[in-house]
């Protein structure tokens, strides 16, 4: 299958400051890019949908200049955590999409620690 | 909008089967897929249903039937390593997106 590789897979950063998620697929051109967001044991919430070279749709109270993406290529998605709080602490997963009756592929997930 | 619902947790024996079902409502639906997640890992693909009917992969097989808006996964044969979390997923056309349902959280016991 496809390779999804996103990182930094861990982050500690200080209440305030701004961090940021790559995500890249490898060997295949993905025209959507998904974020999630996932707290232990629960599901994943889908954060917002990003196409390529467009405006990033967001879901239902995510705030989208809290959580800035950036979709520039068919593949590179990023995922920025702006003036973060503790609250944001979570772990975080993109994922490439090739469209319907497709698989999406995964990357490895950001465990964000905010102090 | 989209909703799915699957159990919250099942338990089974090694060796035995079993069946997770989801059931969803969306407008456009056009497939439901299959996920695996262990704890700390990146969700994989198991299997895809667009039409109705029962999809064979090894151990693992996935249903849909798209009258009813509900599928299920059947896992046989299980074996320990087969403990994780399972999501199924839709895509509806205009949606443009992969919804997950809530998870269910797979125990193999001895």
């Known amino acids: 299958g496809a390779v999804v590789s996103q990182h930094p897979s861990r982050v500690i950063c200080k209440s305030g400051t701004s961090v940021k998620i790559e995500c890249r697929s490898l060997?295949?051109?993905?025209?959507?890019m998904f974020w999630y967001r996932q707290f232990p044991k629960q599901s994943l919430m889908l954060m917002a949908t990003s196409n390529e070279g467009s405006k990033a749709t967001y879901e239902q109270g995510v705030e989208k200049d809290k959580f800035l993406i950036n979709h520039a290529s068919l593949t590179l998605s990023t995922l920025t955590v702006t003036s973060a709080h503790p609250e944001d602490s979570s772990f975080y997963i993109c994922?490439?999409?090739?469209?319907?009756?497709?698989?999406?592929?995964f990357g490895q997930g950001t465990r964000l620690t905010v102090v | 909008g989209q909703s799915l619902e699957q159990p919250s947790e099942v338990t089974a024996v090694e060796g035995a089967i079993v069946q997770i079902n989801c059931t969803y409502q969306t407008s456009g639906f056009y497939g439901l897929s299959w996920y695996q997640q262990h704890d700390g890992g990146a969700p994989t693909f198991l299997s895809y249903?667009?039409?109705?009917g029962l999809e064979e992969t090894g151990r693992f097989s996935s249903f849909l039937s798209r009258s009813d808006s509900y599928g299920y996964l059947l896992l046989q044969e299980l074996q320990m390593k087969d403990s994780a979390s399972y999501f199924c997923a839709v895509s509806a056309r205009g949606a443009n997106n992969l919804f997950f349902g809530t998870g269910t959280r797979l125990t193999v016991i001895p």
């Open positions: 249903n667009a039409l109705d």
């Open positions: 060997d295949f051109q993905a025209t959507t």
């Open positions: 994922s490439a999409w090739g469209g319907l009756n497709t698989e999406a592929f």
